[in-house]
C-alpha cells in the first residue's frame, strides 16, 4: 500500500484517523511542508510527490508552494476533509481490510474512489456517441469466462484487484440503457440527479417500514405521494399509496384493494366467501392485469378482454385537436361499448364484475383508453375504475399532453412508474387509491414486531403494514432529488421533448419509402410502430409468404444491431400483426441525430434483407 | 463555474470532449504546459494554476513540472482518465446542465464527485464510534422544515448547490444503520464492497428481465442461485428461484408455487376451482405467511397457527450438543405433533392441507422449527414444505451452525435473504425451489412484446416471465461481488462471529441482576431476548401491576436511546409476554465493546424507571 496523508480536518480532529504509512520517511517531511501549504492543494501535490524520487526535484516544488500558501487564505475547514486519490496496490488487500477492519478507513476511501472512478468513466462514455451501445456476447461465451472475467463464485477471497476488475467488467459486458441510441425499453436514460439519489440511498442502507429507521425517507414518500394526487385531481391530493416494486406490483395493490372495498371478509374467508369476480381489461393492456387475476385467485378466465378498435382512429385523427377532449377515440383503446356489453353478459352468467382496469398509455402502441367514457360505465355498475398509468402517467406533469388522461381524477385507483417518462432510475413505481386508509385495510396483519403501537412519535406514519411487502426498498429518494432539482417544470420539458422527437419519427417515416405504420395516425404516446420493407420484398403481394418474410425482418435487424453494439430498438408481434418496430423515447439523451441515426442503421442492415 | 481540462486520455481521443471555458485565456496557455507534463499530476496542477494569478508562480512550477517529466515515462493510459477534483461554483448550475446537456461533461462529473464526497463523509463517520447512531426529530419537526432543508417540492428547480445540501441534510436527519451500534433491525451494517456493488448497479441502471439488456447479471443471478441450491443440498444444485423484493414476497412465491403444483387449474379458473385449501405456520412464524394467505385468496382464517412450546428447552439444552442433530426442539418451534394433529382435524372438516411452513430462525426468538420432523409429516400426507429462512438460511454458509437447518434440502421451497444475516445491502432475497420449471409454469402469462421466442441468443435466459413483476431491479450484483471479495469463508466468518458476540452477551446477562431472559436456553440464533427489572421494580411481586409496569420499560428506555441518539435495540411484546428487548447481531461492525456498551446504556437509561 502506498501513502495516506491525514484525512480529518485540521480544526476538527478524528481519534480514529489512521496513517498506514511507517512514520518518519523522507517522504513524508516533504509530505509535511506540502500539508503546511493550503491543505487540499498540499494533498494533491502529495500524491504527486511520493512517486517522484528526485529530492531536488521535490525540494524546487515543494518550496514554490509554501511561498504560495502564504498568500492564500485559510480554506474552509469543511472543504478540508475532502478526498483525494493515492496510489493503492489493491492486489494485496481484501475486503477484510475494509471498513470496520482496524486502520480500514484509508484502503476503503480509496476503494470507493477507485470505483467512483469506473464508474463515471461509465457515465462519461455512455453519453459519448461514439462509444458501442453493447458488446454482445452470448450468454454460454460470457459463462465460459472472458478473459480475466470469470462468473464463478469460490469459497476462497478475491482480492480487491480483482473486484475492481469484475466490476469493469461487468459494465464492458453489460448494456448502457442510458446511451443515447438505447431504445429498447419504455425506462431508458441515466438521470444524473437520480444516479446521485441512488447512489445515496444505497450508502443510507434503509428500509422503508417503519419512521423509526427511515424518517426522512417516510416522509419524502408521504410529500410526493401527495404531490401526485393532486396532480391527478384527487381533491386536496387526498387519499393513499405506496411505492411498490414494478408497475405489476402495483397493478396488483389495486385488484388486491378493489376486492378488499367490496368483498373485505375475503380477507379473512378467502376467495369462496365471495361470488365469482371477474375483471376487465383491453387485450392491449399490460399483462399484470392478469397475472394479478392469476396470483390472487381469481383465475386467468375471470379476467376479461375487451377488444380495441383500430379503426376509429380513421374518423377521430388528432382527437386532441378536437373538441372533444377527453374521449381519446384511439387505437387500442378499450372499447366502452364493448366494455358494457361484457359487464351485462357477466351479470347474466352470474359472475360478479368487480374491476375494470383502464390503460393510460399502452404498451406497445402507447394508446390512452378513453378513461371518462370508461368512468360513466364503471358508475353506471359500480365496478372499481383502475387507471394503469404505468408509462402514460408521466404525461400528467406536460400540460400540453396531460388531456390525454382526461377522466384520471375519476378512477379509485392509478399507477403511475416515474421510472418509465419521468427517467427516474429503476425501480420506481407508485399506486395511488383515492380512498384513505384501505391499503392498511387491506394488507395489515399489525406485526407487533415492527409496528409497536407505545413508541415516542406518531406511529401512524409507519406504513409497512399497508404494503404486501415487510421490508421495502427505499425508492422515493431518487425520484424525491429529482423533482427537487427540476422543478415540476422540468419533467414537463423532459416529456414534452420525448413526445416532439417521436413526432419527428413519425413524420419522417410515414410516407418514407419501405415503411408502414402498423397504425394510422399520429401515435399518442412515443410509441412509433412501424415495419421496414426491405428493398428485395417491397414489389411482393399481400398473402402468407410475405407475411412469414416481413415477420423475419425486425428479429434481424434487431440481432444485427446487437452484434454491431450501434443502437437498440424493440419488436414484436400482435395480435394477427407479424413482428414490427416499436420504437419509444423516454431517453432525454436523444435528440434527432439519434432518430436519424436510428432509421439510417435499419436501412444499412435491412438492405439485403 | 470554474475550469475544465482535457479528459479523455491521450492515447484515445474523444471526439465528445468539452472544453467549458473559453479558448487562449492566460490560463488555458499555463495549462497547456502543464499537460504537457505527465497527464494526470498535470490535470491536478491545472486545478491549482486557476486559483492563482501569479503568473511567475505557475512559470515557476510548471517549469519543474516539466523538467520532471520528461523524465518519466509515459503513464498507463487508463490511469490518465482519471477524475480529479475542481473548485465549481454549484449555486448557479442546474440539473439541465448535466449531461447529457452540451458541455455537460466536466459540472457532471464535478457534482458526482462531491456527492461522493458527501457519501464518503458519511461512511467513515457510520463506523466512528463517537458519532451518533440517529439525530431524532418527530415527523412534525420535520415536517415543519429544518433550517436549510425543506421537503416540499416545487414546480421550479434547485441549484445543484441546494441539491447537495439537501442531500447532505437527508442522511444528517436519517438512521446510520451501519453504525456498530444499531442493532434494530435483522438487517444492520454498511458492506463495502456490498455498498459499491450498489453504486455501480444504479449506475447499470438496468432490468433483470431479459438477457438482452441485463446479460451479466442474469448469469450471475443463475450462478448465485445455484450456488445457494447446492448449499441447501439439493443433488447439482437444481432447481429454480428467482430474486425478489424482500422475504414477504418470497414466501408469497412459495405459496404461489406450492398451488400450483397440486392445483394447476386455479391459475386458470381461479380459488374455486379447487377444494378449500389450507396453509400451516407455527405462531412464531414471520406473518408473511398468513399476508400471502389473505392476498392470493385462500383467507387469512385458512392459514393455521401451530402451537410452539417453549417448554421442551428444559429437557434440551443445546441439542445441537446432542446427538440428536437435526431435530432441533427449542423454544418458538412448530411443534410437529400439533402440526399433524391439525392437518387431521382440517382434513375431517373437509379442508385440503396444502402447505406447510417451518420457519429457519424466527423473527423475534431466532428459533429453529426440526425441519426433519416437519418433513416426515408432509411426506405422510403429501404437503408442500416451505421452509422460511429469510433470517436464518445465512447459517448454510456455516459448518459450525448449518445443522440448525438440517433436513432444508428435504423442502419444497425455502426462502433465503442475504440482506439479513449475510450483511448484504437492502434488497436481496432468494426463493429458491427443488422443481425446475415451477416458477415459469405459475407465472408466465407470455407477453409477446417482452419475451420474443425469435431472438438471436438461447431465450431461455430471459427469466421475467417466471416472476410475478414485470420489470425486477438487479439485487444481484452487489451479493455476487460480496462472495467474490469475501468467498464462502468470509461469510462463514462473518456469521460464526455474530453468533459468538450474542453468545457473549447471552452469558452476560443471563444471571446478571436485573436481566430476566424471555426464553430459557442459549439462544440458536443471534437473538437474544430479555427483560430489564429496574433497581425500583426488583422487589416487585408477580401480577399485574408489576407487569404493567415493566411493559413500559422497554418503550421508555428506547425512546430515550433514540431521543440521545446512542445505540437501537428493538423491542416488542409477543404473545402473553409483555414487552421486552430483542437484540439481534447481523452488523459485522460490531465488537464485545458494542454489546457491553449496549448494556450500559440501557442500565444507564433505565435507572429510574
Redesign the interface.
Known sequence: MAASAP?SSAGDP???STNLRPPSTTYDAWCGVAHGCTRK?GM??C??LQK?N?LE?KS??VS??K??SS?NELENSERD???R?TEVDFSNL???D???AKN??EP??Q???E??????????KT????TKVLD?????Q??EGMEGFN????????S?E??LV??R???K???R??H?RFF??L?TG?D??G??G??????????MFT??????????EQ??LK?MREMIGWPNGEGDGIFS?????SN?YSV?VARYKYFPE????????GP?LVLFTSEHS???I??A??????????VILLRTDESIIQTHERPHKSEKVGIHTWVSQGNPHDLEAKIIDAKQKGYHPLFVNATGGT??YGAFDPINEIADICEKYNLWLHVDGAWGGGLLMSRKHRHKLNGVERANSVTWNP?KMMGV???C?AILVREKGILAGC?S?C????F?P?????VT?DTGDKA???????DI?KF???????????FEQHIDKCLELSEYLYNKIKNREGYEMVFQGEPQHTNVCFWYIPPGMRGMPEGDERRERLH?VA?KI??MM??CGST?V?????GDKV?FF?MVISN??ATRSDIDFLIDEIERLGVDL
Open positions: 484525512s478524528d481519534p480514529n492543494l494533491k501535490i500524491g504527486f517522484n528526485s526535484e524546487r516544488i514554490a508552494l511561498e504560495q498568500k476533509a475532502r478526498f486519490r481484501f475486503a477484510r475494509l471498513l470496520p480500514g478507513e476503503t476511501m476503494f470507493l474512489l470505483v467512483v472512478e469506473i464508474l463515471t468513466n461509465y457515465v462519461r453519453f459519448d456517441r461514439s454482445f456476447h452470448h450468454p454460454h460470457l459463462l462468473l464463478e463464485l469460490s469459497d476462497q477471497p478475491e480487491l480483482q473486484i469484475d466490476c467488467d461487468t459494465l459486458y453489460g448494456v440503457t442510458g443515447p429498447n425499453q425506462s441515466l444524473i440527479i444516479l446521485a441512488e447512489w445515496l440511498t444505497s450508502t443510507a442502507n434503509t428500509n419512521y423509526e429507521i427511515a424518517p426522512v425517507f417516510v416522509l419524502m410529500l410526493t404531490k416494486p414494478g408497475g405489476a406490483i396488483m388486491m375475503i380477507k379473512t374467508k378467502g376467495m369462496s366467501a365469482r399490460h399483462y399484470s392478469t397475472k387475476g392469476a396470483a390472487l385467485g381469481f383465475g386467468k378466465e375471470n404498451t406497445v421510472h432510475p429503476l425501480q413505481s394488507n396483519m406485526a407487533g414486531y415492527l409497536q407505545d413508541k415516542q412519535y406518531d406514519y404486501i411487502q415487510c421490508g421495502r426498498h427505499v429518494f424525491w432529488l429529482m423533482w427537487k432539482a427540476k422543478g415540476t417544470i422540468g423475419k428479429p434487431k440481432a446487437m452484434e437498440m424493440g419488436y414484436q408481434p400482435q413482428n416499436r432525454h439523451a
